[in-house]
């Protein structure tokens, strides 16, 4: 399974960026994903988890991001975006998406991770 984010980027303070989240098969075919979450992980500091989505659109926040972040989906295209406003400062860390599973023609597919995207913000 690969898992490619993108749209990290530099922002100043208070600006917006829209992070996406692709999954595919080097070969055959994703049936269905579950739950899909973005993860961030700052210098120095364990990985946290930022949003979660579940297959019918139902989503949760961390305390930190609520009202500012907000996640979504596309099952079709198998693709996952987290819509960050109003960045500060402690969003600055590396972001990354996952999946817990998907169901494909080559089996069941558990705990797919991308690279990660860096976010850096500046006040």
């Known amino acids: 399974v690969h898992v490619v984010e993108s749209g990290g980027g530099s922002v100043l303070a208070g600006g917006s960026l829209r992070l996406s989240c692709a999954a595919s098969l080097s070969s055959g075919v994703i049936f269905s994903i579950g739950d899909m979450y973005w993860y961030r992980q700052a210098p120095g500091k364990p990985r946290d988890m930022v949003a979660m989505?579940?297959?019918?659109?139902?989503?949760q926040y961390a305390a930190s991001v609520k009202g500012r972040f907000a996640i979504s989906r596309d099952n079709a295209k198998k693709e996952v975006y987290l819509q960050m406003n109003n960045l500060k400062a402690e969003d600055t860390a590396v972001y990354y998406c996952t999946i817990a599973r998907l169901a494909t023609s080559r089996g069941p597919r558990y705990d797919a991770w991308g690279q990660g995207t860096q976010v850096t913000v500046s006040s």
């Open positions: 989505i579940g297959i019918g659109g139902d989503s």
